[in-house]
């Protein structure tokens, strides 16, 4: 049974927002889908069908970013990230909604003050590092599928071109992809009307990130990160739960 028509309609427009950002900037989905999403059906929900609309959608670039990226620094991010993924999962079903809300809101206002600081990791990324990195991803991922933030401030401050540090976030995230499925998978998350929700929100979301990756030559690369961290805190501030309607009496 899908939801009703008032529930639809914002997931919708809240898919487009979130596949615009994605085609326009080349993150954050999640920092835009999640939080306001979570205040429209429970978090898990919200993840899930995100993890199937980001997941199919995206699964085109991969077979590319298979042979340019650097496995070496990959493998690491992976092997951590794929310790705390069932972390993550187990919060996301065990803590109060509302909590979580207020925790995803946080989040995603820190994330987007540390990625618009400007500061990047530049020292050479051992194992060591890169498996705590790939840990800290895996554990966001999994709760919340904030992966991004944490691969993103460590490599874009390497010494790899960008279209080696693009294959390699395709790759990661196209790993984890298959981790935390198989974790949602288990805790029974893939309910026939989740799934169902989402191959509704998919054309949506699919056009959207088409319609923002043919408008990014239009931009300057200061002028769309801007845009997309005015757009992800309005995101983040908006869906906090002081902000919903109550009845009175």
């Known amino acids: 049974m899908l939801p009703p028509f008032h529930i639809v309609l914002p997931l919708l427009l809240t898919a487009a927002l979130a596949g615009g950002v994605r085609g326009f900037t080349g993150f954050g989905t999640a920092l835009v889908f999640v939080p306001i999403a979570s205040s429209i059906v429970p978090p898990w929900e919200?993840?899930?069908v995100l993890f199937v609309i980001d997941g199919v959608t995206t699964l085109p670039l991969v077979p590319a970013a298979l042979h340019k990226c650097t496995w070496r620094e990959v493998a690491p991010l992976c092997l951590g990230a794929t310790v705390t993924v069932p972390i993550g999962a187990y919060f996301l079903l065990s803590i109060d909604p509302t909590a979580l809300r207020w925790?995803?809101?946080?989040?995603?206002?820190g994330a987007v003050g540390l990625l618009a600081s400007g500061w990047r990791y530049h020292a050479a990324p051992g194992r060591l590092v890169?498996?705590?990195v790939g840990?800290?991803?895996g554990l966001l991922g999994g709760l919340c599928s904030f992966w991004g933030p944490p691969i993103a401030i460590f490599w874009l401050g390497g010494q790899s071109g960008t279209d080696v540090v693009r294959a390699?976030?395709?790759v990661f995230l196209a790993v984890m992809s298959v981790v935390?499925?198989?974790?949602?998978a288990a805790h029974g998350l893939f309910h026939p009307e989740v799934t169902a929700l989402a191959l509704i929100l998919m054309p949506v979301y699919g056009g959207a990130?088409?319609?923002g990756t043919k408008l990014f030559p239009y931009v300057s690369e200061s002028g769309f990160r801007r845009i997309?961290?005015?757009i992800i805190s309005g995101a983040a501030i908006t869906s906090l739960p002081a902000f919903d309607q109550h009845d009175g009496g």
């Open 46 to 48: 919200a993840v899930v």
């Open 103 to 109: 925790a995803l809101g946080a989040l995603a206002m």
């Open 130 to 132: 890169s498996g705590v």
């Open 135 to 137: 840990a800290a991803s």
């Open 168 to 170: 390699n976030i395709i």
């Open 180 to 184: 935390a499925g198989i974790n949602y």
């Open 209 to 211: 990130v088409w319609t």
């Open 228 to 230: 997309a961290y005015a």
